[in-house]
């Protein structure tokens, strides 16, 4: 194990996050509070509350999810793009380390780094509405787990990517699309009966609902179940991650 | 004695479907600099590449110490440091993260005696502070070098360290290169000037289209390599050959107005005799130019005799 090299990777990585700290940390934090504004306290208002809790506190864990999810993948992605693109993955690469640890220095910074953006937002959001975590340390794996799949789904778009543009395409229409639809907003027993059913194809859904049961006991689907569905994710992320290292597939020509 | 590098075999197809190593087979010896010089496109960069783990190798193998660098990957790379060809380096990092990184990559303890004193010896220390994008491009080429050499590698290879460098930075390029030589580093180095080849290397070895063509100590390559040609242009032409010139290696032009002198650049008698035979004959020049057989002419000229 070259635990020096993984070392300065996740340093590396981390350090990248202190020189871009506006952008890194207050862009996720600014616009948590404008989604606070807006849904929390002007719609929020208009609005009754859901399964015993108030609308401002209900979305608290949906957002945070959004954040988590979104960042996980955009920092991982560009942070493993980054050095392709520059041409200084070369040193990686000649470097005696191993695959596992190379994503481990990545991936590992990178599910740090939302992982801070998500508590940061948790205290920020305790800023505009009075909120109680039910089940604080579901709560920190739940948000751990979702950080760390997440980033494994960032670290294999920034390295199948071959453009910056490639690079958004599936944050944007994919990742966010899904996480809006994922009952970040609202519970998806408000939706009509056939989207019920159509939803639970969208792997967010369990995230969400996991998260909102760790803070209010309340879930749209049973909690072993997302679990268990985020496991299924993670898992997947690490296939893919093997099969590419395995066969250099766009890393080492 | 063991090779550090042992290369056999080595093939390389890249995805493209291009053949860009075909068999190649080289030994670089403990503690030698060794000189791979070949034009562009040759595949100096491909063979470095993939003794550095940068590229997949096709059939064959690779030693690096005795390991193989696919299986024994591990033991393999911390042996090496690699400057690549290109300028890549990180440019919004310092100087000192940049070392200090490439340290720990290759599984070093952080030893800040050691890498002041390797930007003391390449003059980078007072700019240890600096972001890599506020330094010259020859600053930038020693940061690479300061990389590589951070984790106290036994053999370094260096891809083109001369390219875009001017002089003055070239002679203190190859000064440190013999001073690292001195400390039992083994150098392999690529290059397109049989010059620099020339200046630095103990041993040469000439690859062209993916095939090494030749491996030879220096001095018997120069004697192959080193020829050039004197063009004279006459002021009245020649029918033929003058007696008295016989003994050179010369050809007329068709018109008669120019004459060809082949020679060789290790024999430093080599033009001003003709010049005086050609006093001696009356013989009236407008104008002399010389110029050496291209790298190229002279890779093909040695391809043909190896397949004659
Ligand atoms: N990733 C790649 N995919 C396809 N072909 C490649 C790739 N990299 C290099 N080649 C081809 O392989 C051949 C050898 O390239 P290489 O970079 O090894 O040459 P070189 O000797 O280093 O040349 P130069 O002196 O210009 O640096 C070239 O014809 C090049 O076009
Ligand atoms: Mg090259």
């Known amino acids: 194990m070259n635990y020096y090299g993984v070392k300065a990777i996740y340093l590396f990585e981390l350090a990248r996050t202190w020189r871009t700290l506006l952008q890194s940390i207050a862009s996720p934090v600014l616009t948590t509070a404008l989604y606070f504004v807006v849904f929390g306290s002007a719609i929020g208002g208009h609005m009754g509350d859901i399964e015993g809790v108030s609308y401002g506190a209900f979305i608290v864990p949906g957002l945070i999810m959004l954040m988590v999810l979104t960042e996980s993948t955009s920092n991982a992605s560009f942070g493993i793009y980054m050095p392709k693109f520059s041409g200084t993955i070369y040193e990686i690469l000649s470097a005696p380390i191993s695959a596992f640890e190379i994503v481990l220095g990545y991936v590992g910074a990178a599910a740090t780094k939302s992982l801070i953006i998500g508590l940061i937002i948790l205290v920020t959001a305790r800023l505009f509405v009075d909120f109680s975590i039910a089940h604080p340390l579901w709560m920190l794996g739940f948000l751990f787990l979702t950080a760390l799949a997440f980033s494994l789904l960032g670290f294999i778009i920034g390295i199948c990517a071959d453009g910056f543009e490639r690079l958004q395409i599936v944050p944007a229409m994919v990742v966010m699309p899904l996480a809006f639809l994922g009952g970040t907003f609202y519970s998806i027993t408000m939706l009509p009966p056939l989207w019920q059913k159509l939803v639970l194809f969208n792997p967010v859904v369990y995230l969400v609902s996991g998260f909102r049961w760790s803070f209010y006991g309340t879930a749209d689907v049973p909690v072993t179940i997302s679990l268990a569905m985020i496991s299924v994710f993670l898992v997947i992320c690490l296939a893919i991650v093997c099969w590419i290292f395995k066969t250099g597939y766009r890393v080492r020509s | ?308």
């Open chain 2, 1 to 308: 004695m063991q090779p550090v590098i042992a290369v056999e075999g080595l093939t390389k197809v890249y995805a493209s479907g291009f053949e860009a190593l075909r068999g190649v087979d080289l030994s670089i010896h403990k503690g030698e600099i060794f000189a791979l010089l070949g034009p562009n496109g040759a595949g100096k960069t491909t063979l470095i590449s993939i003794i550095c783990g940068i590229v997949n190798p096709g059939d064959g193998r690779v030693l690096a110490n005795g390991w193989d660098v696919v299986k024994d990957y591990r033991r393999a790379r911390a042996s090496i440091g690699l400057v690549p060809q290109e300028l890549s380096v990180n440019m919004f990092e310092t100087v000192w993260a940049a070392v200090k990184f490439s340290r720990g990559l290759f599984g070093k303890p952080a030893n800040d005696a050691y890498l002041e004193k390797l930007l003391r010896d390449l003059s980078l220390y007072d700019k240890k502070d600096t972001k890599i994008m506020a330094l010259s491009g020859g600053m930038k080429r020693r940061v690479l070098i300061a990389k590589a050499l951070a984790h106290e590698p036994e053999i370094l290879f260096l891809d083109e360290p001369t390219a875009g460098v001017d002089v003055e930075l070239r002679r203190d390029m190859w000064t440190m290169i013999r001073a690292l030589r001195e400390q039992g580093v083994t150098i392999i180095l690529t290059t397109h000037y049989i010059e620099e080849a020339e200046e630095m290397a103990d041993r040469i070895g000439v690859i062209h289209q993916g095939e090494i063509i030749l491996v030879d100590g220096k001095q018997n390559l120069m004697n192959q390599l080193g020829r050039k040609q004197l063009s004279v242009q006459l002021t009245a032409p020649l029918d033929a050959l003058p007696e008295r010139l016989t003994r050179y290696q010369l050809s007329l032009s068709d018109d008669g107005y120019q004459l060809v002198y082949h020679y060789d650049t290790q024999n430093q008698a080599a033009i001003a005799p003709l010049l005086r035979d050609l006093e001696a004959l009356s013989l009236d020049y407008s104008d002399l130019h010389t110029n050496q057989s291209s790298l190229e002419d002279i890779f093909v000229s040695l391809v043909e005799e190896r397949r004659a």
